[in-house]
Every structure is written in C-alpha cells, then in structure tokens.
C-alpha cells in the first residue's frame, strides 16, 4: 500500500469529527482542534473557525482484529452524539489501528443530522 494525499480538504466539522475520534482513541494525543472536557460531564468541546461552539461525546468498543499488509491491526468502533451551533448529529466511525506502530491506518467516520436542538 502506498500513501496518497488526500483527494479533498476536509470542511471544518469533519476535520474535527476525524480528531475526535482520534483522541477517543489514544487520549492526550490531540493536535488540530482543541477539545476540552466539560467539566462533571462526559462531554468535549471545541470552537469551530467560524465561530460555531461544538460539543461532542463518544465512545469506543472493539471491532474485529484484522491483518493489513501482513501486520497485526486492531478495529475500534467509534459512536456518539455532536451538536454544532444549534444542528445535532449522530456520529459513527470505523477505526483500523497498526497494533505495533498505533498508526490509523483507516477511519471512516459518518455524521447524521438528526435535527435542530431547543433554543
């Protein structure tokens, strides 16, 4: 497998979504956004550049264990909640992780809109 540049920037709350999930994964690992706890809540929250708050939560469970590439990889689930400004989401990611290197060496992550939060 050869490395390839990304095809597409991506916008700001996917780029966020994908560092969620990254750090739900290997805590105190952040660069990019910067998620800070709520504190007593299980929440994170972040700014968007535009000035959007976030507030995300999540959770990981283990997937199945693979082999990429003739080495030893790990699969993690990733699900949980988003609200960005007043828009909440569903968000549902799929992780491969290198077990020697703790490299992502995938991450499909998935945002459904589920409606308009209360003002």
Do not use: K
Request: glycine share 8%; charged share 25%; aromatic share 6%.
């Amino acid at each position: 497998m050869i490395w390839q540049p990304p095809i597409r920037e991506l916008d700001p709350l996917a780029a966020l979504v994908h560092e969620a999930v990254r750090t739900q994964v290997f805590p105190g690992e952040a660069f990019g956004f910067h998620l800070v706890p709520v504190p007593g809540e299980s929440w994170r929250e972040a700014m968007l550049p535009d000035g959007r708050p976030v507030r995300i939560r999540l959770s990981a469970s283990p997937a199945a264990q693979t082999e990429r590439e003739r080495r030893a990889c790990a699969g993690i689930h990733v699900s949980g909640e988003l609200v960005a400004g007043d828009m909440g989401y569903r968000v549902s990611a799929d992780l491969i992780v290198d077990l020697v290197t703790r490299a992502v060496l995938a991450c499909d992550s998935r945002l459904e809109a589920v409606g308009r939060t209360r003002a």
